[in-house]
Nanobody, 125 residues
Framework: VQLQASGGGLVQAGGSLRLSCAAS????????MGWFRQAPGKEREFVSA????????TYADSAKGRFTISRDNAKNTVYLQMNSLKPEDSGVYYC???????????????????WGQGTLVTVSS
């Protein structure tokens, strides 16, 4: 599956952004999806994941209570709603996909075999 992330931008601390990841090429509804982020000089880290059914979600501790992952299989799109943003949320956000059992337990970058190109999020203080 080919993935295209969008929705990043510059926002003040406390603001919100909604990232989108559009998929094409394969049956999107068979893919478990995840969002990762990478700040300069740091490793790529897990943010959130959603199972292919949409019924299961997982969040990093840093995202719990502020971010919401969702998907619309009819639109071949997964979303990440980010509220109450903090400067430490800044980075390039990547969406990723993996075909498998209906699970939101894929939390490592190496779990995924399809990646989007990333979208930059900058949160100013």
């Amino acid at each position: 599956v080919q993935l295209q992330a969008s929705g990043g931008g510059l926002v003040q601390a406390g603001g919100s952004l909604r990232l989108s990841c559009a998929a094409s090429g394969r049956i999107f509804s068979n893919y478990n999806m995840g969002w990762f982020r990478q700040a300069p000089g740091k490793e790529r880290e897990f943010v959130s994941a959603v199972s292919w059914s949409g019924g299961k979600t997982t969040y990093a501790d840093s995202a719990k209570g502020r971010f919401t992952i969702s998907r619309d299989n009819a639109k071949n799109t997964v979303y990440l709603q980010m509220n109450s943003l903090k400067p430490e949320d800044s980075g390039v956000y990547y969406c990723a996909g993996v075909h498998g059992y209906d699970s939101s337990g894929y939390v490592r970058p190496r779990d995924y075999n399809s990646w989007g190109q990333g979208t930059l999020v900058t949160v100013s203080s």
